[in-house]
């Protein structure tokens, strides 16, 4: 089976010096921008390409982008921001980290779009402050953008404006929470804010903000250049596109794989040059730590899309296809990402901040042979306990890995509790 | 007002930060104040430097306090001259980790948490650092270092040695 790698994201990695704008512009990139501006078009013309195209955003959460877009009108006065989450960081995921190293300007043309359907006058990139080169490139992409009259004052004498800037974090997985992420840009600890309102009405400093992903920025240029159309018809209907899958674990070729949503998982993992050392798959957490795990029998038939991934109880997520051979021992995996959990917590809400220690000391016990069979119960109850009582999705990202691991390897626990250890060594 | 401890070249790079906020929100500026003087200061920020970063940004003590105990990046203590951060997190406790750590320890001839006596090296464990299809990865100071074996290991404390 041959597969469309790399269409839209991706476009320019095959390209020496990828990251540079003359690169861009050799394939066309900031054609459609210009356009845009010297044609004036509607914003309405735009927007309306974009929901043909369906694309839903590629953080995680799936939400249509033409609608988040409709939220924040390009008449309406007063300041207003554009925000790029970059804060990338749910374990298994590092596909923006590619796009911002060897894609940047796709992504700021992406953002110069998006400015100018919801006339938006200023945007900032957050990017994890570890991203060393990501930031880097970032930083001299702009500039080469405003050398060029990509970004600034009156852009081709349209009478737009957009001005971009580069901010950087410092450590704190919650920051990729949108108004986490906000907090932050106004230097403050990243804790999340309470939804209403939403960002869209009072976002940064206050004012009404749209905030997206990196990779749904890096869509949208290429959505309007080749056509809404094409790119539904790259995927499926309602899963729209393509969609960048990060695998990593146990096989042959970890990557960043750019391929149409709705590719089968086996095709994933062919082009991820299958299963290590002939080993077999045991299970796929799909879409991100947060989600919930498969195993082998399900995630072998599913389709990579929102659709079918929630239809086998789990979620596309992020993008970031972790996988696990036979060897794998179930608690372990849960108890490090437990721990995970328990440590980026931000502490703000009773249920998470205790919770997720409460998580990570239940899992541990258990992996280490010190549980009774009545732990199981109360980890299970205790993630219950957690999900939906707490003001960000958080409690839930912590709670759903414990449920995933429960519903389909209970058995696994169970061993270690009454065998003190572990059925795969 | 007394002389502040920020020298002329870490003001100008924390003016260069303030200057793409909003006149009035200067406080956006903290997180990469912070960078800055750490950066400028050994890897790590004492108390009375965090104090000379809230009076330069005109924002309360307490305010940068918090800041700086919340985001992982800030060391409020001192730290090695080489801060070798080790991801242990799922993709990478998948594909060796646990071993890279270990090597770690016995080549540094100290544990997770510990530096070195002659102050060279800080060993830690971190959280995901977004580089899972090159794993197992460790970032030394702000470098990358991907695709982890015993040997590179041994090839990179060389260099720095």
Redesign the interface.
Request: hydrophobic share 45%.
């Given at each position: 089976m041959t597969i469309l790698l790399n269409q839209v994201c991706y476009r320019t990695l095959h390209l020496p010096n990828s990251w540079l704008l003359s690169t861009y512009e050799s394939i066309g990139g900031y054609s459609t921008w210009k356009k845009i501006l010297v044609e004036k078009t509607p914003p309405a013309e735009l927007l309306e390409k974009l929901k043909v195209s369906s694309l839903r955003g590629r953080g995680g959460a799936g939400f249509p982008t033409a609608m988040k877009w409709s939220f924040i009108k390009p008449e309406s006065p007063g300041p207003k921001y554009l925000l790029c989450n970059a804060d990338e960081g749910e374990p298994g995921t590092c596909k923006d980290r590619d796009i911002l190293r060897f894609n940047p300007h796709q992504l700021i043309e992406g953002m110069c779009i998006g400015a100018y359907i919801m006339g938006i006058p200023f945007g900032y990139i957050y990017t994890r402050g570890e991203f060393k080169e990501p930031i880097a490139r970032v930083d001299a992409a702009i500039e080469e953008a405003r050398k060029a009259g990509y970004l600034g004052d009156n852009l081709f004498n349209s009478g737009f404006s957009f001005q971009l800037e580069q901010t950087i974090g410092a450590g704190a997985y919650i920051c990729g929470e949108e108004t986490a992420l906000m907090e932050s840009l106004e230097g403050k600890k990243g804790q999340p804010r309470f939804k209403p309102p939403f960002p869209a009405n009072v976002g940064l400093y206050g004012k009404p903000t749209t905030i997206n992903n990196v990779e749904t920025f890096a869509s949208v240029p290429v959505i309007l250049e080749k056509g809404p159309e094409w790119f539904l018809g790259l995927g499926k209907p309602n899963n729209g596109g393509t969609k960048i899958f990060c695998v990593s674990g146990h096989v042959n070729k970890p990557g960043n794989y750019e391929v149409p949503l709705g590719t089968p998982f086996k095709t994933l993992l062919e082009l991820a040059g299958g299963m290590k050392d002939g080993k077999k798959l045991k299970a796929v957490i799909p879409g991100g730590s947060s989600m919930p795990v498969l195993p082998a029998d399900i995630i072998m038939e599913c389709d990579m899309d929102y659709d079918s991934l929630q239809k086998a109880g789990s979620a596309l997520g992020s993008g970031a296809v972790i996988v696990m051979n036979e060897d794998t021992c179930m608690v372990k995996a849960l108890e490090r990402l437990s721990h995970f959990y328990e440590e980026e917590s931000c502490g703000q809400c009773t249920p998470c901040r205790e919770g997720t220690g409460w998580l990570a000391r239940l899992v541990s016990r258990i992996e280490k042979g010190d549980a009774i069979m009545s732990d199981i119960d109360t980890l299970q109850r205790a993630a219950k306990n957690i999900e939906g009582r707490t003001i960000c999705a958080f409690g839930e990202a912590a709670a759903w890995p414990v449920g995933g691991f429960l519903k389909h390897f209970r058995e696994e626990f169970e061993y270690h509790v009454k065998n003190k250890k572990c059925k795969t060594t | 007002m007394t002389v502040s401890l920020l020298d002329p070249e870490v003001c100008a790079e924390i003016d260069r930060w303030v200057a793409?906020y909003?006149p009035d929100?200067?406080?956006?500026?903290?997180?990469?104040a912070?960078?800055t003087v750490q950066n400028h200061h050994q890897g790590w920020i004492s108390r009375e430097l965090l104090d000379a970063v809230a009076d330069y940004?005109e924002?309360p003590k307490i305010?940068v306090y918090?800041?700086a105990s919340?985001?992982?990046?800030?060391d409020l203590n001192e730290v090695g001259q080489y801060k070798i951060n080790v991801c242990?997190?799922?993709?990478c406790?998948?594909?060796g980790a646990e071993e890279m750590v270990k090597h770690f320890e016995k080549r540094l001839g100290i544990k997770v948490g510990e530096t070195t006596p002659d102050g060279k090296f800080t060993l830690r464990e971190v959280?995901?650092?977004?580089?899972?299809?090159?794993?197992p990865v460790c970032?030394i100071n702000?470098?990358?270092h991907e695709a982890l074996t015993p040997e590179k290991i041994d090839k990179i404390l060389e260099e720095l040695k």
């Open positions: - | 793409k909003p929100r200067k406080q956006s500026a903290v997180i990469s912070l960078h940004l924002m305010a918090e800041v919340f985001y992982s990046m800030f242990t997190n799922i993709s406790m998948l594909t959280e995901c650092l977004a580089a899972c299809v090159c794993a970032e702000r470098d990358y």
